[in-house]
Nanobody, 129 residues
């Protein structure tokens, strides 16, 4: 059974930092792209960042570029999202997802949801002003 488990969410003041983790089991994680997505109340889910584990290439949405960093610990089958300089508008449920589809693309295509096969349950991030 494939499982993606997110952790690390919480409540933080504006300007603060959080690190989200996504740990996978039941799939050859090394062959997959892993993306982070988020959904704020009343809004559609949007892509945040993606990492191609095989070559380490990354992509960020403009809204988080320069503030968020995605990285991977291959030995632990875990992908991290370091979030710095958090803003109230970053408040959302954050999901990680894994798929092989994005590995065939680049740029903004890496954050197309339909390319991802497996999803976690999400972790809440709340940024207070």
């Amino acid at each position: 059974e494939v499982q993606l488990v997110e952790s690390g969410g919480g409540l933080v003041q504006a300007g603060g930092s959080l690190r989200l983790s996504c740990t996978a089991s039941g799939l050859p994680f090394d062959d997959y792209a892993v993306g982070w997505f988020r959904q704020a109340p009343g809004k559609e889910r949007e892509g945040v960042s993606c990492i191609i584990r095989s070559d380490g290439s990354t992509y960020y949405a403009d809204s988080v570029k320069g503030r968020f960093t995605i990285s991977t610990n291959n030995a632990k089958n875990t992908v991290y999202l370091q979030m710095n300089s958090l803003k109230p508008e970053d408040t959302a449920v954050y999901y990680c997802a894994a798929g092989m589809g994005p590995t065939y693309y680049s740029g903004s295509y890496l954050l197309i949801e339909s390319l991802y096969d497996f999803w976690g349950q999400g972790t809440q991030v709340t940024v207070s002003s």
